[in-house]
Every structure is written in structure tokens, then in C-alpha cells.
């Protein structure tokens, strides 16, 4: 079967790798011969190195392996036996092709030579026409060394874009994306139990990139150097920390060339990179690594729920059939450093557990625990705020409600928050148990976590303002008067007592209150108000005393 090479015109390879032979047979030096593919045809990918122009009868021993080999025919054997000994000597040698012109000893290409070339898958091509094989040498070696000169350069960039990066002290993540953005391929940074940290897809979405990734990453052959192997082609390297390997760097394969010298170069430099910022990093890339995706999942900056499950996934987290559930711990001025974090998380897998653990903001931890659908989660919330507590003991544990899908865990986790904002310092902890929950907030609770609004700072002076101008003017106590007879619910003998005042007395304050205010104090509505705008002048001055 014969073939015509792809049209004329391109003059270069492509960036990155050796010209191959269908990009040799469409130069016009070549194409101008009317090339045609006689066998070989599956073979067009194959890199050319060099050109070798011959007339012997044993050109073998002057090649070294990726020739394009350019012949008259002039030398070739008449018998059949010869010519398969000069075919098998070319293939074992390495020769990319055999280039024959049809023009001088052979208009057709022999019988013996199509059917030893065929057998031993060496290409061979024909040309029609006469063509000229220096210049034929000359077009290809200058496109050789060209590509050569070119790679040199483009190496010598990714030396240089590395170096830079852990001179400044990039971290991981940015050592991985430059990585994805350089080759144009996904890049995944995994540890030895094959739970990958970091994921940069390229081309691709993180469900594609991540989808299975244990499985996947355990078919693939773990080795101590660079490069490809497993059922999909990953390009790997090992990553090493203080002279002992703790993870593998993993470039997927991609629609297009195969990977190439400068993969391998980005891939290593990578790996080295990485080496050098976890000595300038020390918080455990497990923790940043979940720090990252518990961010993504709280505030929802995930491309789709598909992503973010493969993401969780490939860190161990189950993700199918069962329940999460978000907590908080608010540890506190004294609570900084990565014990609690790693404290929580070595507590959460003595327990049984799979949870996600990270800092989400200043001094405050996010859990996302992944529960079997009948497991109960007070227990675990129970054994987690007591672990925190322990720690550090104004440490403040709030927990959402739990959720059946892990996209909607910002449910959860928004939850949590508002736990933890409505719970002021020192607020004491339900009987029977250790750590808050929405159910928790009453209005006291709510107003302490609406208190720097200054809608409702307005409404507290408007209200009682003028109350409390009278006070600090006269000396007299009405605002504290006020308050007894609006905590007693409207009944002014309990308020009598409590204020240490007889009846006559507090009928009298509270008419004076009733005229400061402009108000009447026998209106369910009005002293519901009053009672309101009280109880956020005490979270106020509560929050100015500590």
C-alpha cells in the first residue's frame, strides 16, 4: 500500500522534540520527489536524527540509529538473500527510514526489498522524481540543530523560571502550577499513600484529572527515577525529603505529541523545587493540602460538585452513600501552630473517623467529618471539642447540621459560623455536652453576634439613649429600673424586689421612664422594643469590659 506524506510547506517540527519522518517527508526538498510510503506506514512518528547519505552495501556500520537513510540503489544486492541481510542490518542498527529514488537503477521498488522492509517494519519510501541529496541533508540537519539550539533555550528557561520560584520561596502550590502552565500538561503532586495533595489540571477538569485517583496512581509502576510507565503513560518522578522519598510528582498524558525531553526537564526541576520548600515550609503539605479543600468546599469556590468530589476523593475522603458534617473550633490568641491541627486529625483517625482538618482562618480550624449514614455524629463531635478543649481551654467548638451531599457542605459549615459568632468568650457550655450549636442561639446570643452592626447600634440609642443621658446627668439608676421590670416580663412586684425598691417608688421611676422615652410601658410591643435594645446595651458593655 502507498501513501502520500502530509502536504508540503511545513518547515520545522514542532516545538520541543526531533523532527519526525512524516515532518522530513513534508519539507519541499522531499515533497518535491513525489514521496510515497510503501511500508512503514504506521511508523511516520518516528524521530529522525540525522541524514545519511549512502551507496555501500553494509551503510549499517557507519549509522548509529535514527538515520534517515538516502540511496540511488545502485549498491543494493540482486539476489533476495541479500537484500533481507541489507534490511535486517538497518533495522537492527535503528535506521528511522529507508529513502530510495526511482530514477536511475529501479523505476519500481523491488519485489524483495517491499516484502523484507514490510517484515522487518522498516518504512520505506519511494521518490518518483530526482532530488538532490545534499541539499536534502542540508534542509534536515539545519532543522535538526535548529530544534537542538531551540530546546537548549527553552531548557535553559525552566532552569531559570525554577531557580527563580524557590529563590523568592514559593510554596507548593506554586511550584505545581508554574509546573502545569510550563508543560501544558495536568501535574499532580501526591504523597506514598497515594492521596494527591496538589492538582493542577491542564486541559482537563480536576474530576477527569483526579476521578479514581488511587486506584489509578497504584496501577502505575512506582519507581526511583523519571519516568513513563503504567497503563495510561504517566510521566513520574519521585519526590524526596532529607535523603528518603515521601511522594511522587505525576504529568498525565494529554491529546498530542508524546512527552518529550522538556517534560522530563520540568517534571525534575519540579521534584526539586519541592524538595526545597517543604525545608522552608514546615507546616505537613497533608494539612495544607486539606487546609485547601475544606476552603473550596466552605466557600463554595469549586468549579462544579463533580471536581470537588474527585478533589476529596483522592485525599481519602469517601464522598459517596453517607453524611457530613462541618465544625469549627475557634482556638483562641493562644491556639496558633499546626499541635491542634495535627492533635484533631490523629485523634479523628484513632476514632475511626474520615475527616478533613484545616485552618480556614487565623487561630479558627475547620473539620469536615464524613459519617456512615446511621453513625451518630455527637459522639464524635463530643470526643473532637473535648480534644480542642484540652488544648486549649478557651477554645470554642461550633457544629452545623449535617448534610447528604459534600457540595452543600457550605451549608454546614456556614452554620458552624454562626454558632461560633453568636458565642461570646466564656459563654458557659450546655449540661451535657461540650461544644455549641444553632439550636444554642437565643436572642442574647443573636444580638452578641449582630453587635457590631450599626443598624442595631442605632436602634440601641435611639431607644434608650435620653434614658441614659438622665442617668449620667442626675446620678439617678432608671436604666437599671427599666431593666428589672422588663426581665420580670411587665410584673412590677417582682421587679420591686429585685430592684430592692418599694412599690411606690418603682411606680414612680417607671412613669419618669415612660416620659424620657416617650413610650408606655403597658404595650407588650414597646416593652418588647425596650427589651431588645437592653440586652444589646448589655452584650455591648459585656464585650467593653473584657
Known amino acids: 500500500m502507498t501513501v502520500h506524506p502530509p502536504p508540503a510547506g511545513r518547515d520545522s517540527a514542532p516545538a520541543g522534540r526531533a523532527p519526525t519522518l512524516a515532518d522530513v517527508l513534508a519539507l519541499p526538498v522531499l515533497a518535491a520527489g513525489q514521496p510515497q510510503v510503501v511500508t512503514g506506514l504506521t511508523e511516520l512518528d518516528r524521530p529522525v536524527r540525522w541524514v545519511h547519505i549512502t551507496e555501500l552495501t553494509d551503510p549499517a556500520s557507519f549509522l548509529k540509529g535514527g538515520e534517515l537513510v538516502l540511496t540511488t540503489g545502485m549498491p543494493l544486492p540482486e539476489d533476495a538473500a541479500g537484500v533481507r541481510r541489507y534490511v535486517d542490518e538497518l533495522t537492527e542498527v535503528g535506521a528511522a527510514a529507508l529513502v530510495i529514488e526511482l530514477v536511475r537503477r529501479y523505476h519500481r521498488p523491488p519485489d524483495a526489498l517491499v516484502q523484507a522492509c514490510r517484515a522487518r517494519g522498516l518504512p520505506l519510501v519511494t521518490l518518483a522524481r530526482d532530488v538532490n541529496f545534499l541539499e536534502v541533508t542540508q534542509v534536515v540537519h539545519a532543522l535538526i540543530l535548529g530544534n537542538q539550539a531551540d530546546a537548549m533555550r527553552r531548557t535553559q528557561r525552566i532552569h531559570e523560571a525554577f531557580t ?56 502505575a509502576e512506582p519507581g526511583d527515577h523519571t519516568g513513563v510507565g503504567g497503563p495510561e503513560g504517566w510521566l513520574t ?113 484513632s476514632a475511626g473517623v474520615p475527616a478533613l482538618v484545616g485552618e480556614l482562618a487565623p487561630h479558627r480550624l475547620g473539620v469536615l ?104 446627668r442626675h446620678g439617678t439608676d432608671l436604666l437599671a429600673t427599666l431593666g428589672h421590670y422588663l426581665d420580670a416580663a411587665g410584673n412590677k412586684t417582682t421587679a420591686a424586689r429585685r430592684g430592692g425598691l418599694s412599690r411606690e417608688t418603682l411606680y414612680q421611676r417607671l412613669r419618669t421612664v415612660e416620659r424620657l422615652l416617650d413610650t408606655d410601658l403597658e404595650s407588650g410591643e414597646r416593652r418588647t422594643e425596650l427589651h431588645v435594645a437592653l440586652t444589646v446595651l448589655r452584650v455591648l458593655r459585656a464585650g467593653r469590659g473584657r
Request: with cysteine; aromatic share 4%.
Open 164 to 219: 527563580a520560584l524557590t529563590l523568592r520561596g514559593a510554596g507548593p502550590e506554586d511550584v505545581v502550577r508554574a509546573a502545569a502552565e510550563m508543560s501544558g500538561r495536568t501535574v499532580v503532586l501526591e504523597n506514598l499513600v497515594h492521596q494527591a495533595l496538589i492538582c493542577e489540571p491542564s486541559g482537563s477538569t480536576v474530576e477527569q484529572a483526579l476521578g479514581d485517583w488511587e486506584q489509578r496512581s497504584r496501577a
Open 237 to 349: 518522578a519521585p519526590v524526596s525529603y532529607q535523603g528518603e522519598h515521601w511522594g511522587r510528582l505525576a504529568m498525565l498524558p494529554a491529546d498530542g505529541p508524546a512527552f518529550g525531553p522538556e517534560h522530563v526537564t520540568v517534571l525534575e526541576r519540579t521534584a526539586m523545587a519541592l524538595t526545597v520548600a517543604r525545608l522552608i515550609h514546615s507546616t505537613p503539605w497533608e494539612h495544607t493540602a486539606h487546609r485547601n479543600a475544606l476552603r473550596e468546599l466552605a466557600e463554595q469556590r469549586h468549579q462544579s460538585a463533580a471536581d470537588v468530589r474527585a478533589r476529596c476523593a483522592a485525599l481519602g475522603l469517601p464522598t459517596e452513600a453517607g453524611v457530613f458534617l462541618a465544625v469549627l473550633v475557634d482556638l483562641g490568641p493562644g491556639g496558633a501552630g499546626a499541635e491542634p491541627e495535627t492533635r484533631l486529625h490523629r485523634e479523628l483517625r
Open 369 to 472: 467529618l464524613a459519617l456512615r449514614p446511621a453513625q451518630p455524629w455527637r459522639p464524635v463531635a463530643e470526643r473532637l471539642s473535648r480534644t480542642a478543649l484540652a488544648l486549649t481551654p478557651e477554645a470554642i467548638v461550633g457544629v452545623g447540621s449535617e448534610v447528604a451531599d459534600l457540595a452543600d457542605s457550605a451549608r454546614s459549615f456556614r452554620e458552624a459560623a454562626r454558632v461560633i459568632e453568636a458565642t461570646p468568650p466564656g459563654q458557659p457550655l450546655p449540661a451535657d455536652r461540650s461544644f455549641h450549636e444553632l439550636p444554642d442561639i437565643g436572642l442574647r446570643r443573636l444580638l452578641y453576634a449582630l453587635r457590631e452592626d450599626t443598624r442595631i447600634q442605632d436602634y440601641t440609642e435611639r431607644r434608650l439613649g435620653r434614658l441614659i443621658d438622665h442617668d449620667t
